[in-house]
């Protein structure tokens, strides 16, 4: 299973941009989707996740909204009112259902994309 994160770069403050993370592979099914950032010099936070609801930081609540296309098996992260802060690299997760091989079990597995960068100045 992989995921690919795509749409980071640079935004002015105010602006917005749309991330988007895709799983392909043996995937039976996805049961939650994360999106996590890591600024320069800092630990990698959570900043918002959905498992049936969804739960943000207090940083991004009411800028950014989490949301999940299950027929393509894409997250995604619409961020708008982008502040400086919001810098670093975006990571997205996900914690999928996957068949075990030679059986007709099915057993939870972590991923992690392999991050962009955003980058919000003026």
């Known amino acids: 299973v992989q995921l690919v994160e795509s749409g980071g770069g640079l935004a002015q403050p105010g602006g917005s941009l749309r991330l988007s993370c895709t799983a392909s592979g043996d995937i039976f099914s996805i049961n939650a989707w994360g999106w996590y950032r890591q600024a320069p010099g800092k630990q990698r936070e959570l900043v918002a996740r959905?498992?049936?609801?969804?739960t943000y930081a207090d940083s991004v609540k009411g800028r950014f909204t989490i949301s999940r296309d299950d027929a393509k098996d894409t997250v995604y992260l619409q961020m708008n009112s982008l502040k400086p802060e919001d810098t670093g690299v975006y990571y997205c997760?996900?914690?999928?259902?996957?068949?075990?091989?030679?059986?007709?079990?099915?057993?939870?597995?972590?991923?992690w994309g392999q991050g962009t960068q955003v980058t919000v100045s003026s």
């Open positions: 959905t498992e049936g609801i969804s």
């Open positions: 997760h996900a914690d999928i259902n996957v068949p075990v091989p030679g059986t007709p079990m099915i057993e939870p597995h972590d991923y």
